[in-house]
């Protein structure tokens, strides 16, 4: 069976949009710079405990951000929103969390435990999973791509944070915190340009939709 130029093509762009969503979405999440951070905050649990808590806080902000895939065309109508908008809005984000990244000055950084039994959820799913960044990425994977990008990303990326939180203790060892401090800064730094690309993407369909109209 031979595919057309035509299907080969369509199948590569469905690739090529599904890689971007998934990497756009891993950056925002981040976990191999949150690894540490879950480490530390856990440090005092037992093994069993902590792993409880890394599945349950991966759970909550999966189930958070797929609730956010499949809401987000009433948010997007109910406010009068197009696709440009969330790209302009959402590469602000972005770059605000790539540059605070870049600079050092991180949330979850500044992250206080006060209740062991609520740790999971806040502030370990959200804001430090689920945040108003990766909150703001999976609306706009799903308004320019699709909910079956927003779905599958989302999906993708939790499988893979729950299996570098689980391995945090090793990654750190591995890398040491100055190694862990540097591979935040570098996915800080993608995640800034990233943001670049979709706020230029949003200005130039404005600039398109005023030459047209």
Not at 117 to 138: E, H, N, R
Not at 163 to 186: C, E, N, P, W, Y
């Amino acid at each position: 069976m031979r595919l057309s130029s035509g299907g080969l093509g369509s199948m590569l762009e469905s690739s090529e949009a599904l890689i971007k969503s998934i990497t756009m979405l891993f950056l925002i999440v981040d976990p191999l710079g949150n690894a540490p951070i879950f480490y530390a905050v856990t440090a005092r649990m037992r093994r069993a405990r902590r792993r409880r808590v890394i599945v349950e806080s991966v759970a909550a902000a999966t189930i958070i951000l797929l609730a956010f895939s499949l809401v987000g065309d009433a948010i997007l109508a109910y406010f009068g929103l197009r696709v440009a908008d969330f790209r302009v809005a959402g590469g602000i984000i972005l770059l605000l969390y790539g540059v605070a990244g870049v600079m050092g000055f991180t949330e979850a950084g500044k992250l206080e435990v006060e209740d062991e039994s609520t740790i999971a959820i806040v502030p370990l799913a959200t804001p430090l999973l689920a945040g108003p960044g990766a909150i703001a990425t999976v609306l706009y994977i799903k308004a320019v791509y699709g909910l079956q990008y927003a779905i599958i990303s989302t999906l993708v990326v939790a499988s893979l944070t729950l299996i570098i939180l689980l391995l945090g203790g090793q990654l750190l060892r591995l890398l040491g915190r100055s190694g862990a401090v540097a591979l935040a800064r570098i996915i800080s730094f993608l995640l800034a340009a990233i943001a670049v690309a979709m706020i230029r993407e949003g200005l130039e369909e404005y600039l398109a939709a005023r030459r047209i109209g």
